[in-house]
């Protein structure tokens, strides 16, 4: 059975939005090996709608040359939303009836992780469904100020950390599971 198990980028004040705008300074070997790791054990892909019509825009453009770009052009793909009519970016199925349940389905169907990220309003929206299984996190040392958090507006959402540890930029990597209530 998969696990839903999406991935951020994540200001110290708990932005995600635009982190082509701060995370690059971040980046280093440690953090390739586990944002590596992670794609390592990544079955499947879920997206909502405003990321895959950024990245169904991109990614098909680029050739091998380019990383990630045969990860995700060539991996299962599921994008929820309600108001997409067409996906028809390689190996993509919408998700956009009764999604709750077509979500389990589609991870009783999976081997691996169904990695997601890029959209706070859908992890927020899984949590809420009891459908995320893990949150993992690379929190950056920097307060971006403004642009949208991670949580924002919501019920409170208890964590149970399984896994810490500081890379050498200061950059926190943190795992964390919806805690039993």
């Known amino acids: ?24 300074p971040y980046f280093d070997d440690a953090m390739g090996e586990i944002v590596g790791a992670g794609m390592s054990t990544t079955s499947a892909f879920l997206m909502g709608r405003k ?27 599921y994008v929820v939303s309600t108001t997409l009519e067409d996906a028809s970016w390689n190996n993509t199925t919408l998700v956009s009836d009764d999604v709750a349940a077509q979500l389990h389905k589609i991870k009783e169907s999976t081997d691996g992780d169904i990695g997601m990220s890029g959209c706070a309003t859908t992890v927020r929206w899984l949590l809420a ?52 209530s």
């Open 1 to 24: 059975m998969g696990r839903i198990v999406s991935n951020f980028f994540i200001s110290l004040d708990g932005v995600v939005e635009r982190p082509d705008q701060w995370h690059f």
């Open 51 to 77: 990321l895959y019509g950024e990245w169904s825009e991109y990614w098909p453009q680029q050739g091998p040359e380019v990383p990630f770009s045969e990860f995700i052009n060539n991996i299962p793909k």
């Open 129 to 180: 469904n009891g459908l995320l299984d893990e949150l993992a996190l690379l929190v950056h040392p920097i307060a971006v100020g403004s642009g949208q958090r991670l949580f924002e507006d919501t019920p409170t959402q208890p964590l149970k950390l399984l896994h810490s540890q500081t890379l050498d930029t200061g950059v926190l990597h943190l795992r964390y599971a919806p805690a039993a």
